[in-house]
């Protein structure tokens, strides 16, 4: 392992069984690929994660907890509804950018047969953590006046979620579209004044 710290190996293992999981998914990636890949030993993966179900698990919760840092620090720095909700979208859309091997494996998890990814991996607290993250600012934005109170802010958190999801998705399996912030504001001017005219 040479000089590598303890956080160094762990961070080389998370990196280099992305880049596998993502090519082969859960059940095609071994253990065996990850160590090629890492060039670390067995024992020393086994200390860090325990199995590959506990490595695949510490993937996606880096995943939730990377989006929900950069969530939370976008919108810490703005006020006003459009701008915290831009400041959403943007986040969302730069962890994208930055991790697009790593979000694929979120949504590939998400939409994966039962049988497919073990149940201990999918990582459902942290997913509905993060949602309500976002619907925290939508809740925030329907009390000061800013949104169309006769929807609810569960409503309202999938109306837009769901438009930055939908966006990401196409962008990554399509390559439609660009995820920066000019994208953030024009999702989240279309959700806040719609497409009908006059």
Not at 158 to 167: D, E, F, R
Request: overall charge positive.
């Amino acid at each position: 392992m040479g000089s590598k710290t303890p956080r160094d190996a762990r961070q080389a293992v998370l990196e280099s069984a992305i880049t596998e999981f993502a090519r082969k998914g859960f059940s095609g990636t071994s253990i065996q690929d990850i160590l090629r890949a890492t060039g670390l030993s067995k024992p020393t993966l086994y200390y860090y994660f325990e199995s590959k179900a506990g490595l695949f698990r510490a993937i996606l919760e880096f995943a939730y907890d990377e989006c929900l840092r950069r969530m939370e620090e976008r919108v810490r720095e703005v006020k006003g509804a459009r701008d915290r909700l831009v400041a959403l979208a943007t986040a969302i859309f730069e962890f994208a950018e930055d991790h697009p091997k790593l979000l694929r494996l979120v949504f590939a998890t998400a939409f994966a047969a039962p049988e497919e990814v073990p149940t201990e991996c999918v990582g459902v607290e942290k997913r509905r953590r993060n949602f309500e993250f976002f619907q925290g600012v939508v809740e925030g934005a329907l009390k000061a006046g800013d949104l169309d109170r006769s929807y609810n802010s569960i409503e309202l958190t999938h109306g837009l979620y769901g438009a930055i999801s939908h966006k990401t998705r196409m962008h990554l399996l399509c390559g439609e579209g660009k995820l920066n912030s000019k994208s953030a504001e024009r999702i989240v001017d279309l959700f806040l004044n719609g497409a009908k005219s006059g």
